[in-house]
């Protein structure tokens, strides 16, 4: 393995590491060369040089595969965490693109989550931060507020469709709730439960390293291929983030999408243990530090989005 780290006066170190060397012995001596002062470093960069990305191709898509590891190369605890784009962190605030989102909060990497509607330009379904409810409720015939996503712009769709992706204090990806109606999908029950983060887009394609995708060949966005967006966890607790392009316009004309079967399968042969399908076409956006690693799909830095998934330490 090499770890690529920085000289105090900024040049590049690839150290490489013979394979004998366990992750703990590595971080010790890393530890012991900052304090010597022969290595300067940031939380950022600490885990930004330990991500890997995979370029690939698979039945004419093209695929960006990142592992991002459960710990850093000093051995801080790396997990996801959900954001609103917006400068103040509102729901109503101006929404801003991956993007632009990771370079103003300067993240490591960072990635669109939810279904959003397009014309509010707000995060659809369950949504909690930090284990507080930022959910845009939505009001029934008999004034009762409820949480859950009622279509897609129109198109109908299932109670098993839709349901919130979440997040345990721990970094665990789960989804406990398939039903996005079950009185246990409501955010205040997940919050009591225990997820610090919970997310809604499209639905679970791997569970225990089971390919779930024909319980998502309903689910209202396509049966087809298209441009998809997925995050997944490894049984180590190590991350997936994959992207796979599509036909979206001039941008990527020779590029035929991907549908939910292959994409499954997949990332099951790379061991991936669960996998989720987050929001994908024109909003897919995957940022490794401040450049975008898949094709950007609208104007200089992307499309809008209400959410990110972001990995930090600590």
């Known amino acids: 393995m090499t770890y ?8 590049l170190i690839c150290r490489p590491v013979n394979y004998a060397a366990t992750d703990e012995q590595v971080y010790k001596q890393l ?7 022969k290595l300067s470093y ?3 960069d600490l885990l930004v040089n330990a991500i890997t990305v995979e370029y690939g191709r698979l039945n004419g898509s093209s695929y960006y595969l990142a592992r991002i590891p459960q710990y850093d190369l000093a051995g801080n605890k790396v997990t996801p965490r959900v954001a609103i784009t917006s400068q103040d962190g509102s729901t109503d605030g101006q929404k ?11 993240t490591a990497f960072c990635l669109n989550a939810s279904l959003f509607n397009t014309k509010t330009l707000k ?17 029934d ?16 769709i299932s109670n098993t469709e839709c349901y919130p992706l979440c997040i345990d204090a721990a970094g665990r990806l789960s989804t406990p709730y398939t039903n996005r ?16 983060y919970a997310v809604t887009a499209w639905g679970t394609i791997i569970d225990n390293y089971k390919n779930t995708s024909t319980d998502t060949w309903n689910e209202i966005v396509h049966k087809g291929k298209y441009v998809r967006q997925v995050i997944g966890q490894y049984q180590n607790g190590d991350y997936v983030v994959c992207s796979f392009d599509g036909i979206k316009g001039s941008i990527t004309t020779n590029e035929a999408g991907i549908d939910y079967d292959d994409v499954a399968n997949l990332l099951i042969s790379k061991g991936v243990r669960f996998a989720y399908s987050l929001d994908g076409g024109g909003s897919c956006e995957t940022v490794l530090r401040e450049r975008q690693i898949n094709p950007i ?3 200089t830095t992307g499309r809008k989005v209400p959410t990110v998934i972001y990995f930090a330490s600590g």
């Not at 690529?4 to 040049?11: A, M, R």
């Not at 530890?31 to 002062?37: P, Q, V």
């Not at 995060?123 to 009001?139: R, S």
């Open 31 to 37: 530890i012991k060369l900052a304090a010597a002062g």
């Open 141 to 156: 015939s008999s004034g009762n507020l409820y949480p859950w996503m009622d279509d897609d712009m129109g198109t109908a």
């Open 123 to 139: 995060a659809e379904g369950q949504l909690v931060i930090n284990g507080v409810d930022m959910t845009t409720y939505k009001t």
């Open 181 to 196: 109606k079950a009185d246990g999908a409501r955010p205040a029950a997940l919050i009591s439960s225990g997820y610090k």
């Open 297 to 299: 799909f609208e104007g």
């Open 4 to 11: 690529i780290l920085k000289s105090k006066d900024g040049k």
């Open 42 to 44: 940031t939380p950022r």
């Open 96 to 106: 801003y693109s991956a993007l632009d989102y990771a370079r103003r909060e300067n």
